[in-house]
């Protein structure tokens, strides 16, 4: 989809016919059937041929409503975190909230791999994103961290989250054959190195092959929320009248 200066507003974009398919146009139909055919072809769904043909349109329809295809992805990127605020909602337990929510971020991402590996990059600036920036810097500072301790956290939560949803993503759309090997070298191959020469190895195989077939990301996202904390109680302990 190349540039276009035929956008138009929100509120003139509807159409006045059905598509041929019955239905009438609008961003969260071709947001939504966008991400269902990433799910099937990948970045090569992001094309306004492949679009319009599953929405029943002539291509050029969509000039409406996304300028391009990447402003296009920016809007199936925001959908997903839309997906996830949608289900999450805060306690007033910070490190509860950020667990709850990562998790959560994490599995929607993973619901849709192909997607997650062309959107966990990128910076919307649209609706939910800017909600969810919000609502996460609100538990931190509510929590009592300062906005400098606030921000790093919240910076250090996001890209964690995302940089595991595109990594266990990238796992997931492998071939059947290519996810069968990953899997098999940790006991075939990790498993069977001699104390000899790979003691360690060798002393930690059978918690290796337990451990590498799952994701990372829970650990890791409660050594975040423990360093956090840890944070959080020098501060607390550091501040006048403490």
């Not at 969509?62 to 920016?74: A, G, H, K, M």
């Not at 809007?75 to 990562?102: F, H, K, S, Y």
């Not at 595991?164 to 069968?180: G, I, N």
């Amino acid at each position: 989809m190349k540039a276009s200066e035929r956008v138009v507003a929100e509120g003139a974009r509807r159409r006045r016919r059905p598509t041929k398919q019955g239905t009438v146009l609008s961003e969260q139909l071709i947001v939504e059937t966008a991400l269902r055919l990433i799910g099937e072809h990948g970045a090569a769904a992001l094309t306004v041929r492949r679009l319009g043909a599953a929405l029943g349109c002539d291509p050029s329809a969509l000039y409406r409503y996304f300028r391009d295809t990447d402003e296009l992805l920016l809007a199936v990127a925001d959908e997903l975190i839309g997906r996830t605020l949608r289900t999450w909602r805060p306690t007033g337990d910070w490190r509860a909230d950020l667990r709850a929510l990562g998790l959560r971020m994490h599995a929607d991402y993973l619901a849709h791999p192909q997607a997650a590996m062309l959107t966990c990059s990128r910076v919307t600036g649209r609706t939910h994103e800017v909600r969810s920036v919000e609502a996460i810097l609100g538990v931190l500072r509510s929590a009592g961290f300062p906005d400098g301790e606030a921000v790093r956290i919240y910076h250090v939560f996001v890209d964690q989250t995302l940089s595991f949803a595109a990594l266990d993503a990238s796992t997931l759309v492998l071939s059947e054959q290519a996810r069968a090997q990953e899997v098999q070298a940790w006991p075939e191959v990790y498993a069977r190195q001699p104390a000899a020469t790979h003691p360690h190895i060798a002393a930690t195989a059978s918690l290796l092959v337990a451990e590498m077939g799952r994701s990372g990301y829970p650990a890791a996202l409660e050594m975040v929320l423990a360093a956090a904390a840890a944070r959080l109680q020098h501060v607390r302990e550091t501040q006048p009248g403490a």
